[in-house]
């Protein structure tokens, strides 16, 4: 991690600005009332100012590539960059972005998509040949981009261009939930043989490019030729502070003006003090814990229920959520389309989870647990979950990774680790984490029956077969998948006073999270 949580400003200037010693002003920020509250005008949105926002980040090794966005600070930059055909909308379904409109022939093999008018930031439109090397490039064998798991349905050999802004996507069998590719996350449209991602990055989002610094700031400028309306800032900044005290400090001393991801406890001390607005998105994260099924001790089903039985989850959401979150119950989605809410709430059960480590002769085990102060609550559930274990007795050594690399580290590495997700469809999330080619497979969840079901779920025309089908397969994630997944985490952000339009019922990886296109300063 860099010594400077944002560029330019000293590691002194942020402490400062935590005790009110130091006070850097903003542009846009001041509001004249001298009471610390912004004025509230007449309502409309105004044109103009640079809002500063700050976001925990991945160190050195960032890139504006937006098919290779994984963190959110990753995301928040492509989103003012790119554009996607389709988005998802905050009850997750499929919102028409660049796409104008989609139409299935009768087989469901057979996608017409429809481009709307819009431009590349160099002025060049945006056509059928930019989706279709956009989504040939992400689906590269030789490269492991996010979104190539979503794309997999897609015959992109076969898909061809129908005119500049048509589009018949062929696909490999039927898929009734096509649009869900579209808004998949990662898959950007870019300029037909883009290159200089990092330099100097074309797109036909909100914002255009002005500079970029891996690891510290990035600045954008409005794009006043933007298909969705001009964005109201005349310029954003997206700046890194990886500890969340920073990116407080930043947000009460005046550095920035918008501050992604804080604790509850640190929103509880602020919240209704009037200096910073709380936003509270209720319940939009996923929290738990991973278990590698390839390795030992994972690759026995019996470990792995055993350990959903250790798991005392209100214990966990009201320790390392401080009670800001509700309980998991050892699958995805909670709330979503398709979610099976049907399944019994798990419970701790000690007793059945040493009958099983013993029945798998695992009476005395050992197991290292990888986390990281990478994200709120992750230290604090590894700590509740180790003490939980050894009342089962299991030892669980606490192994505390680095907030830059953390994400790469256990993605192939280690056999437990803490982990999270932001919103996306329960199709996405299979498609994208456990199916035998996912990228992000971080469980290592592979089983060729598993991959069958998701290709009969996409299949089915029928919504109400297609959730039965959705169901079977979380009944068998439930019983012996490697997702631990103990809570859903309210998403908490914290803006100055004086910022307006930011969503408040937008979970995280939705269309209108981290969207400053819509925001502005009073």
């Not at 492509?78 to 796409?99: E, F, T």
């Not at 290159?195 to 490019?209: E, K, L, M, Q, Y």
Request: glycine letters at 10%; a neutral charge.
């Amino acid at each position: 991690m860099h010594d400077e949580p944002l560029p330019g400003l000293r590691r002194r200037g942020f402490l400062a600005a935590g005790t009110g010693a130091a006070a850097l002003a903003l542009v846009g920020c001041g509001d004249g009332t001298g009471d610390g509250r912004a004025d509230s005008g007449d309502g409309k949105p105004r044109k103009g100012g640079r809002l500063r926002a700050a976001f925990a980040g991945g160190g050195a090794s960032e890139t504006l590539d937006p098919h290779l966005a994984n963190l959110f600070a990753d995301v928040a930059r492509a989103k003012a960059l790119y554009d996607k055909l389709a988005d998802h909308g905050p009850d997750l379904s499929a919102r028409p972005r660049l796409a104008a409109s989609w139409e299935p022939d009768r087989t469901l093999t057979r996608w017409r998509v429809t481009l709307r008018e819009a431009t590349f930031h160099d002025g060049r439109p945006v056509t059928a040949e930019d989706v279709l090397y956009s989504y040939r490039r992400i689906a590269d064998p030789k490269r492991a981009y996010r979104a190539k798991a979503s794309l997999e349905p897609v015959d992109l050999d076969a898909s061809r261009a129908t005119g500049a802004r048509g589009i018949e996507f062929v696909l490999k069998r039927p898929t009734a939930e096509f649009p869900n590719v579209l808004a998949a996350f990662g898959a950007y449209i870019v300029p037909a043989n883009a290159t200089g991602f990092d330099s100097a990055p074309v797109g036909s989002g909100p914002f255009r490019f002005v500079s970029f610094t891996p690891g510290r700031s990035a600045v954008f400028r409005r794009n006043d030729a933007y298909w969705d309306g001009a964005p109201h800032l005349d310029e954003l900044e997206l700046v890194v502070a990886n500890e969340e005290s920073a990116r407080v400090n930043a947000l009460l001393g005046g550095q920035v003006e918008y501050a992604h991801e804080l604790s509850p406890t640190t929103a509880r001390a602020h919240e209704g003090k009037g200096r910073i607005d709380i936003v509270r998105l209720r319940g939009s994260a996923m929290q738990g814990f991973c278990m590698k099924t390839d390795r030992p001790p994972f690759d026995d089903r019996r470990v792995r229920e055993a350990f959903f039985l250790i798991a005392d989850r209100q214990e966990l959401v009201d320790g390392a959520l401080s009670g800001a979150g509700v309980v998991g119950n050892d699958l995805f989605g909670k709330g979503y389309e398709y979610y099976a809410d049907g399944l019994p709430q798990r419970t701790q059960d000690l007793d059945r989870a040493r009958a099983l480590l013993k029945q798998a002769g695992a009476e005395k085990l050992e197991v290292t647990l990888d986390t990281s102060p990478v994200a709120a609550g992750f230290t604090e559930a590894a700590g509740i979950f180790r003490d939980q274990a050894a009342r089962a007795g299991v030892t669980v050594d606490v192994r505390t990774g680095s907030k830059d690399s953390y994400w790469s580290d256990i993605l192939d590495n280690g056999t437990l680790c803490c982990y999270r997700s932001g919103a996306m469809p329960i199709e996405a999330h299979i498609s994208q984490r456990l199916l035998t080619g996912s990228t992000t497979n971080a469980t290592k969840w592979k089983h060729q029956d598993f991959d069958a079901l998701y290709q009969q779920a996409q299949s089915t025309r029928d919504k109400a077969g297609r959730a039965a089908v959705y169901e079977r397969m979380q009944r068998r994630l439930y019983a012996e998948g490697g997702f631990l997944v103990w809570g859903f985490a309210d998403w908490i952000i914290a803006t100055a006073r004086n910022v307006r339009g930011v969503e408040t019922g937008a979970p995280a990886n939705t269309l209108d999270w981290a969207r400053f296109d819509k925001v502005w300063l009073t």
